[in-house]
């Protein structure tokens, strides 16, 4: 399993690529959101028209009804017919960090989940499967799949609202938003604040942010991040204002001396829970209890609905609540407490309950402090015997997480798992994951660890208040849960089981689709990635021998296609892997003094030849499998590299503007165009199996070159493709049947309307093939078609996995 350490290869994953989509999609898209009079003035209003919109087609991952063709000369001629498509997911389930669910308190069967990067998801009981509720958010808004906070309504359940943003500093470039739902987030609705929300920033695991009154549903509370105080919406969420008696914005950052405003962003106001013994049905709750990231001052009362707040006295100081979580039949307000925001950090912490009649204190920590080595996050109470209460270890990383359990409000606790004589333990639990096999990550430890691991990260967990066998935690993987949670009481086990059919949470990097064998190669950012012999199932195992913390890049011979190459982010070599089988085996290659990371590698169109561009040291090449690596001259270190497809031994790069061919193996390459192409580095280009020399690239950034192009001579020239005005990613499908030449897709922009489109006449015109329900935020990564199913197109998300479509039948 992963060790702390790579564990927090996934943060920089995602730093990586939204940078990359920062830098690709410019200042424009910092526009449209924001409204209102700015944050000096307390109050925001609701976004109107498109610009505040995140979509108001149904967000649950499904069907097309519609596309729309555009010419190539950018025009928007009236609707041609085309053919409608049909939405999937590379089923993998999961691959991401879950930090928060959350149970309807009046409706049996109704939670939510929210991701980090993925988006918000609804469960489905009858199919215990979950349903994605942010599918139509654009590429404009592509920080809005990044969900901070999620909230139910109580009284009226088929209201939920999801705290939208990705990143608090310039890595997002728009504000934040409160999306709201009628039904149950099949349709949204949106407001813009006046500042950012992060749900990939740190701290991210502390919560909930967003909180509706179980009194007056038309009273919520969204507790904001860098410094922007406690907000409130006294309309059901469609304005906001500022509280401003509320005393304290939070003081506490991970690390204040980050220049990129990543790890000092101030966290801020944290949760915010209700007191529903105080107040009565249409009037607001009279007690509201809000944590801070404050150390010294972490937890804040009003007792009159909000007008005033004081400091909580007698309260524990020297760690932040992650969660305030209130038992009102016995009168108890429990903290789970850590010295640090999360959620890979945290080397102690403390569980304390609060009398809400007499205002006693009671640190009710399961372990001594002494023995403590892990902070407390992951809280929930069951709401059918409130005397019962969980709470998890979440940064327990070894041997493994922990979660405790007390039937007595915390006066004597059990746990998951206990040291017999070391290294041995004992469990309360079995796991079964044969539904996600790849969840064991192929691994064999010795004891005391085991695999699969009980979780890491896990700052999400939740009784069903209806249920008190059935409880749901996640992870920095996946969702678990149990639907017998009783026998841990009774000296028996419960049973674990993956619970996480529909969440698709993985950070795609490179996609292939070979002529034979496997139908799909993946490139994945913190699970390495999957060969995929059947779609609609879940690979036994991700890439092994050697196991990347991210797969950068891959690619296969096109004339072998079971010579596949893969390289990716590791903390020790290799950091290159070959295979003969396409890709069902593997084994690490050498590799070039200095390498720090994957960069892009190409492999050549028999098999023979291989050029890699790694980070950390220049261009190499290669003969035959393995390695032995040889200096590439002629081309700057950093460069993208790719093979011709008919050529054996031809090879192209770009770097900065310029496009370098090799046509000797990758040992020299030679600069052959510069003229009208993109000046920087966000670029994808690829060359067409079957053609020597035809290459279409794509890429650019706002305010320069941006867009298609197309060449015929191996790079020498290359002429725009008009229309398109703007292209991000290209690849290769299947002709149409008649045509002679390959359909394209690309993840693009022409005739004024961004997404995924499709060409069967070589770029003369193209059609639109998704849809305004089905955008996935960013796109920009990669696409291919099937080389052998003409019409299915598989896209790269940024966190909703691999999405694949086909013609409907």
């Known amino acids: ?171 997002d470039p728009t504000n934040g938003a409160i999306l709201r739902s009628a039904d149950r987030g099949a349709s949204w609705k949106s407001t813009g604040l006046p500042f950012k929300l992060g749900g990939n920033m740190p701290g991210r695991g502390m919560g909930e942010r967003l909180a509706v009154d179980p009194h007056d549903n038309s009273v919520l509370y969204l507790a904001a991040p860098s410094g922007e105080g406690l907000w409130r919406s006294t309309d059901s969420g469609v304005t906001w204002a500022e509280v401003t008696s509320f005393p304290n914005p939070g003081n506490y950052a991970q690390d204040p001396s980050d220049p990129s405003g990543y790890a000092s962003d101030n966290q801020g106001v944290v949760w915010v829970t ?287 296609p079971g010579t596949v190459v893969r390289a990716g982010n590791a903390d020790t070599a290799p950091r290159v892997a070959f295979s003969t089988d396409n890709g069902a085996n593997w084994w690490g290659g050498s590799e070039p003094s200095g390498v720090t990371g994957g960069g892009t590698v190409a492999a050549g169109a028999d098999g023979s030849r291989f050029v890699w561009s790694p980070q950390g040291a220049g261009v190499h090449y290669a003969t035959g499998v393995g390695g032995g690596w040889s200096a590439s001259s002629g081309i700057p270190a950093g460069a993208t590299v790719e093979a011709d497809r008919e050529n054996p031994r031809t090879f192209y790069g770009f770097s900065s503007g310029t496009f370098y061919v090799s046509t000797d193996g990758g040992a020299t390459f030679t600069a052959r165009s510069s003229q009208g192409l993109p000046a920087g580095d966000s670029v994808r280009f690829k060359a067409l199996p079957g053609a020597e020399g035809d290459i279409w690239f794509a890429g650019g950034a706002k305010g320069g070159a941006y867009g298609l192009w197309h060449s015929k001579d191996s790079g020498a020239t290359f002429t725009k493709v008009q229309g398109v005005e703007e292209a991000d990613t290209i690849g290769f499908g299947k002709a149409a049947p008649g045509a002679s030449y390959q359909t394209l897709y690309a993840s693009a922009k022409i005739g004024g309307v961004r997404g995924i489109f499709r060409s069967t006449d070589a770029g003369a015109s193209w059609v639109r093939v998704n849809d305004d329900a089905h955008q996935w935020g960013w796109t920009g990564a990669a696409i291919t078609g099937d080389p052998r199913v003409y019409g299915r197109v598989y896209v790269a998300t940024n966190g909703r996995g691999i999405v694949y479509g086909d013609i409907r039948e």
């Open 1 to 171: 399993m992963r060790t702390r350490r790579k564990r927090k290869r996934r943060l920089l994953n995602f730093l990586f690529a939204a940078l990359f989509i920062a830098a690709t999609t410019g200042p424009a898209l910092g526009t449209g959101q924001a409204v209102g009079t700015g944050p000096s003035s307390g109050s925001v209003s609701e976004a109107a028209g498109p610009a505040g919109s995140a979509g108001s087609a149904p967000g649950a991952a499904g069907s097309v009804e519609s596309v729309e063709s555009v010419a190539s000369t950018g025009s928007r001629p009236d609707a041609v017919a085309a053919d409608a498509y049909d939405w999937k997911n590379a089923r993998i389930d999961g691959g991401g960090f879950v930090p928060g669910i959350v149970f309807n308190r009046s409706e049996k069967n109704l939670a939510y989940a929210r991701t980090d990067i993925g988006g918000a998801y609804r469960w489905n009981a009858s199919s215990e499967t979950w349903t994605p509720l942010l599918d139509s958010v654009g590429w404009d808004n592509w920080g809005h799949t990044g969900v901070a906070s999620i909230a139910s309504d109580p009284v009226d359940p088929d209201n939920v609202y999801a705290a939208v943003g990705t990143y608090t500093n310039d890595w």
């Open 274 to 560: 209700f007191d529903e013994s105080t107040g009565s049905a249409g009037s607001p709750t009279g007690t509201v209890y809000v944590g801070v990231a404050d150390k010294e001052n972490t937890v804040y009362r009003s007792t009159d609905a909000g007008r005033t707040w004081s400091r909580l006295p007698g309260q524990p100081t020297g760690y932040l609540a992650h969660k305030g979580v209130l038992d009102a039949e016995n009168g108890y307000l429990y903290l789970a407490l850590s010295d640090t925001g999360g959620p890979y950090d945290g080397a102690k912490g403390q569980v304390w309950r609060y009398a809400t009649a007499t205002s006693e204190w009671k640190n009710i920590s399961p372990m001594t402090d002494a023995d403590t080595y892990f902070g407390y996050s992951g809280l929930t109470v069951d709401r059918q015997h409130p005397g019962t209460v969980m709470v998890t270890g979440y940064s327990s990383w070894w041997p493994d997480t922990q979660i405790f359990r007390t039937n007595d409000s915390g006066d004597n606790w059990t746990r998951a798992w206990d040291w017999t004589s070391y290294p041995n333990r004992s469990f309360r639990y079995t796991m079964d994951v044969s539904s996600s096999p790849w969840l064991t990550w192929g691994a064999n430890p010795s004891p005391p660890e085991v695999t699969p691991k009980l979780g890491w990260m896990t700052e999400a967990l939740e009784i069903d208040p209806f249920d008190s066998d059935r409880m749901m935690y996640g992870t920095g993987a996946t969702v678990y849960g149990t639907g017998n949670l009783t026998d841990w009481d009774d000296g028996g086990k419960i049973g674990i089981e993956p619970m996480a059919r529909g969440i698709e949470e993985t950070a795609v990097n490179d996609l292939a689709s070979p002529p034979s064998g496997a139908p799909l190669l993946s490139a994945l950012g913190d699970i390495g990635g999957f060969r995929h012999t059947d779609l609609t199932s879940v690979p036994s195992t991700m890439y092994q021998s050697p196991n990347f913390t991210s797969t950068t890049s891959l690619d296969f011979a096109e004339k072998n």
